[in-house]
């Protein structure tokens, strides 16, 4: 997988989370983790840009640990929705193999580079 379709599928998730969290129920659980979840997962795709103009291979690899991170935390997030939100569980579920998925390839990445 290249930089580019790596940057798509980061992009893409990001719209998905999107997605999902117009598809939920107004209510003060689901908004706040929302918050969270739309800044996290939009932040993926901001920072996997990001890495794209790093200056060093270790500005690189930085920039990357806070992809991982930021995908870490969506995944957290999407684990909570998916408790509370029964209707969303499938949609939730494919999200989150997605972010898995990514949050695979940027580990692998930063071990690759640090060896």
Known sequence: MN???IK?????FSIDVASLTLK????DLNRNYNNRLI???SS???NY???RRAK???DFINKLKIVEEELDESLFFLELLYEFNNSQ???INRIHSEGEQLLKIIVATINTLRS
């Open 44 to 46: 993926v795709g901001a």
């Open 24 to 27: 939920l129920e107004r209510n």
């Open 3 to 5: 930089a580019e379709e």
């Open 39 to 41: 800044r996290s997962s």
């Open 89 to 91: 569980q499938e949609f």
């Open 49 to 51: 840009r990001a890495t």
């Open 8 to 12: 798509m599928r980061t992009k893409q």
């Open 56 to 58: 060093s291979k270790a």
